[in-house]
């Protein structure tokens, strides 16, 4: 059985949307994260400008990192989908995707540090795959089957 997702946007273009997406997300929580911290680490008179401060700093780098990890993680997504050429329930592109993501981003510190990123990052793809699977079918089991409408007869002319 072949799966595959048409509500997305081609794979050229979904990684430039989830590039965005991730950056977006990560510099809002890297806001809401660096303003409370800059404001409970700032003296009693300066806490207002020290969280704003701490927001300029902070909450842009935490966006590119944020913004790096899922435009690494859909171009891996979009390659892989394009040799395996196939799209299952278990979104196994997704693992392998996660799996590159981690090692490609840890390489840095050598191949012990990124074999084990990247086998952390496939688990972790692993859970949430898995999650949403057990979530998808614990909801779809608790909808009733919708009954088909029958012409109402009373109202016929």
Excluded at 62 to 72: D, H, M, Q, T
Aim: proline share 6%.
């Amino acid at each position: 059985m072949s799966y595959s997702d048409h509500t997305r946007d081609p794979c050229p273009w979904v990684i430039l949307n989830d590039f965005g997406g991730a950056f977006s997300m990560g510099a809002i929580g890297g806001a809401i994260w660096h303003s409370i911290k800059g404001f409970r680490n700032s003296p009693m008179g300066e806490r207002r400008i020290g969280a704003i401060m701490a927001v300029k700093a902070r909450a842009p780098v935490l966006g590119g990192n944020f913004g790096v990890w899922g435009g690494l993680f859909s171009t891996f997504d979009c390659a892989v989908k394009g040799i395996r050429k196939k799209e299952d329930p278990w979104n196994v592109c997704a693992i392998i995707a996660g799996f590159f993501t981690g090692g490609s981003l840890a390489i840095r510190g050598g191949m012990r540090s990124a074999r084990n990123s990247a086998i952390g990052c496939a688990c972790l793809l692993a859970v949430f795959e898995g999650v949403g699977i057990a979530m998808s079918k614990m909801f779809a089991s608790q909808q009733p089957p919708i009954a088909p409408q029958l012409p109402d007869a009373s109202h016929q002319v």
